[in-house]
């Protein structure tokens, strides 16, 4: 089996509205991802991406338009925000087993001027009980799982207000982010509710834009332009029931508690470190709860000591000022802040440490994860 | 006017709109582990047994958690926000999320009501006094 790196990072800016077609966008992210490696795209030989209802381009139309010379892999994920590091993690597979070596990954979307996924009507057997009775859009249900792991936890909506002042604190120096105004605990407390317990602050900023990952062999990536983010590990976990449709979560017992919780043991074992051993969490947060529930079932902290080590401030979390501020790719530049900060590449907002970062995607029922490693 | 799209009863959701419209609650009790299942599907999500009765439950149980709903996703939503929408654990055993005509507490207990809509019958719950 041969070692995996993810070799370089692409991205178009993130804008209210991009006057451009999805697949402009995904390829000028994806050809930018090659430019920082230092790879010529004509040795691409691998597409993965993924998409929510019609919102995005198949990988078949960007290997078209990047004048592919051919592929050997190709993924289209009818996924959501869970599919990032799944991606990564399946792209790595080929790679190792030598059936690929050099693979895009990428998540493109006029997620802002489109369609908006946080209040899409997905397919499935769930969704014609909850469209009719106004319990319709993401931020509801993950509301819903919010408001009981604060109870169970005796945490309150200070600590999802810790998450997005800390958050907001890395947006301010991040160029990329679409929400940059300073934020504290008091304009926390007085931003308008969307959905109890989440305020506006607490949730993501839909965007158009397009990120990208080039993902090839640790040997290849050695003699490329950027030092490699070593793919230590990655998983994807379901429990029972994982639900029929995006949206439904009524046959999950326990909504305190959400795939990193499951995850947890075969990522850190795989990738050969534990948590004691993160320096960075890249951690989804559509929502700012996700976060807290996150820090918790990765094992980072003690269940429902989650606000006080964001206010810590004693593990750098999501440096690029996380979806809630950079903007919401579904997670993709997640992981590409992620790579930046294992690459030592995060400027004003490096970690001083950043041997180890774990990224998730994903806020519920099911996700994945991945551990990015330095090369030593 | 709250003019909510209405539900498209099909093969596995017939009969609980059905019941509905008569102020029943019915739901699919599983031949294999008799349990209790929500939302309504060809197999039993615990023992995968596909066959099932339709069963008249009473719509009683306590609130899991909920959500205070402020912004108005949909225009058919905005004379009603805010409002509750509750994930209710039916006494039955399955659980349900449905609107709440007021703010629960974790445990609340709650009763079913009947809601007409043109055409169709919305199952809400109202917390117990
Ligand atoms: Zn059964």
Sequence with gaps: ?376 | MNTPAPPEPDHDSGPFWVALDEERIVLQRCAGCDRLRFPPIGRCPWCREPRSTWTPVDGRGRVYSWTVVHHAFEPAFADDVPYVVATVDLDDGPRIALRCAGVPDFGTRVSPAFVRHDGWTELRVVPDA
């Design chain 1, 1 to 376: 089996m041969r070692e995996v790196a993810v070799a370089g990072v692409g991205y178009t800016p993130f804008t209210r509205a991009s006057g451009r077609p999805v697949l402009d966008l995904a390829c000028d992210a994806a050809l930018a991802a090659c430019t920082d490696a230092g790879l010529d795209p004509a040795l691409v030989d691998g597409v993965g991406t993924h998409s929510v209802g019609q919102d995005s381009e198949p990988a078949q139309a960007v290997a078209t338009a990047l004048a592919s010379p051919g592929l050997r892999w190709v993924v289209d994920l009818a996924m959501a925000g869970q599919a990032p590091c799944h991606l990564v993690g399946l792209a790595a597979d080929a790679i190792a087993t030598g059936r690929a070596e050099a693979v895009l990954v990428f998540r493109a979307l006029n997620g802002r001027s489109g369609a908006k996924v946080g209040s899409a009507r997905f397919p499935g057997r769930g969704g014609p009980y909850r469209y009719p009775i106004g319990y319709g859009a993401y931020p509801m249900y993950i509301a819903t799982w919010a408001n009981r792991h604060l109870h169970e936890t005796g945490q309150t909506t200070d600590d999802l207000g810790a998450v997005a002042v800390a958050h907001r604190r890395y947006a301010v120096l991040n160029d990329r982010a679409v929400v940059r105004t300073p934020l504290d605990l008091a304009g926390h407390r007085a931003s308008p509710w969307v959905a109890e317990p989440f305020r506006v602050a607490d949730c993501t900023r839909e965007v158009d834009g397009a990120c990208a990952l080039l993902v090839t062999t640790l040997e290849r990536a050695r003699d490329l332009r950027r030092p490699p983010a070593v793919v230590a590990a990655a998983a994807y976990r379901a429990g029972p029931r994982p639900g029929l449709d995006l949206g439904d979560h009524v046959l999950t017992d326990d909504y305190t508690r959400n795939f990193t919780d499951l995850v947890r043991d075969e990522l850190f074992r795989r990738a050969g470190v534990t948590p004691a051993d993160v320096d960075v969490a890249e951690l989804y947060d559509c929502f700012s709860s996700v976060v807290l529930m996150s820090l918790e079932g990765l094992g980072l902290c003690d269940r429902g000591a989650a606000g006080e080590l964001v206010r810590s401030g004693a593990l750098p979390v999501n440096t690029h000022g996380g979806l809630l501020g950079e903007g919401y790719l579904h997670g993709m530049n997640t992981v590409a802040e992620a790579v930046l900060q294992v690459q030592g590449r995060g400027g004003v907002r490096q970690s001083a440490r950043h041997d180890v970062v774990v990224a998730t995607s994903g806020a519920l029922m099911d996700g994945s994860a991945l551990v990015l490693t330095r090369d030593r």
